[in-house]
């Protein structure tokens, strides 16, 4: 390797094949109460010095990538001008560079202007994830999002308006039982009014050492799904999808009970009857290979 990575290191599965550089380290906001991924770091911006010696020694090792990942968790906070900067050092080095992506929270979008995205979305930025996760207000409030669904979906929008694809998730399970009906409906509903171009749902994964903070967010009453109530969840949100506009739709990450995929609305009832067949004859992927 050209250089280290300041672990841990983490990245969306589609980007396995991406050529990956740490720009920040840690998540700005790290307070997600059912996170766990940065906890360990402080959010920290690495300088541009750093950056362009590393680009230029890994485009020796790598001419051809076409793809790049920004890390860690928080990359699109970088005010605009740092971030072009890092965009033209990539430019620069690597002739057949395609497509540049990172994560990003509704904030980051939200506090950068049409005119900035315009201008990130020019210089190849041209991907973000972006942790939607419920659009329920209260369970986004318990767990500690940082934007209310609202916000969240003028961030797509707008985000999508610049011409950057978005890549969303959401996670089932996350109001647990109580408001499980609310958080499947209610989510469903925010991505019929901000479509991404991609979506994904997970399911919930407490590591030990976010099991009680995040239970103690939910004053001690939190009940988690079991596979039935999770495809319950999933089933109501699919009955109420109908984007005006195609979105690509997952349900293979390792914490799924079930793995779908499709385009909505298109494949829409054959997701639902996938789902249905799985909870009435209980075929679901076994718990021992949904282990991260």
């Not at 609310?182 to 994904?200: F, Q």
Request: glycine fraction near 6%; charge should be neutral.
């Amino acid at each position: 390797m050209p250089f280290l990575y300041d672990m841990p290191l983490f990245r969306p599965p589609s980007e396995a094949e991406s050529l990956i550089f740490q720009v920040t380290l840690g998540c700005g906001h790290n307070q997600c109460a059912f996170c766990s991924m940065y906890r360990s770091k402080t959010y920290t911006v690495r300088s541009l010095d750093a950056l362009e010696c590393e680009i230029r020694t890994a485009a020796i090792a790598w001419p051809d990538a076409h793809r790049v990942f920004l890390a860690d968790g928080d990359a699109f906070r970088l005010p605009t001008d740092h971030l072009l900067k890092i965009l033209s050092f990539l430019r620069d080095a690597f002739p057949s560079l395609a497509r540049v992506s990172c994560y990003a929270t509704p904030g980051d979008i939200l506090r950068k202007s049409e005119d900035e995205l315009a201008a990130l979305r020019a210089a190849k930025l041209s991907l973000l994830y972006v942790g939607l996760e419920s659009g329920d207000p209260e369970t986004v409030r318990r767990a500690a999002k940082g934007a209310s669904p609202e916000a969240a979906g003028r961030a797509v929008n707008r985000a999508q308006a610049a011409g950057l694809k978005v890549s969303a998730t959401i996670i089932l399970g996350l109001a647990g039982r109580v408001r499980a009906r609310e958080h499947a409906w209610a989510t469903a509903v925010m991505i019929n009014k901000a479509p991404p171009v991609y979506l994904s749902a997970l399911c919930l994964m407490l590591t030990p050492e976010r099991e009680g903070p995040f239970r103690a967010r939910f004053d001690n009453t939190f009940e988690p799904q079991d596979d039935e109530g999770l495809l319950g969840e999933l089933e109501l949100m699919l009955e109420t999808l109908n984007p005006p506009r195609p979105v690509i739709f997952r349900s293979n990450h390792a914490s799924n009970a079930l793995a779908l995929a499709g385009t909505l609305p298109r494949d829409r009832d054959r997701l639902l009857a996938e789902v249905r067949a799985a909870r009435a004859e209980g075929e679901v992927r076994p718990v021992v290979s949904r282990r991260l």
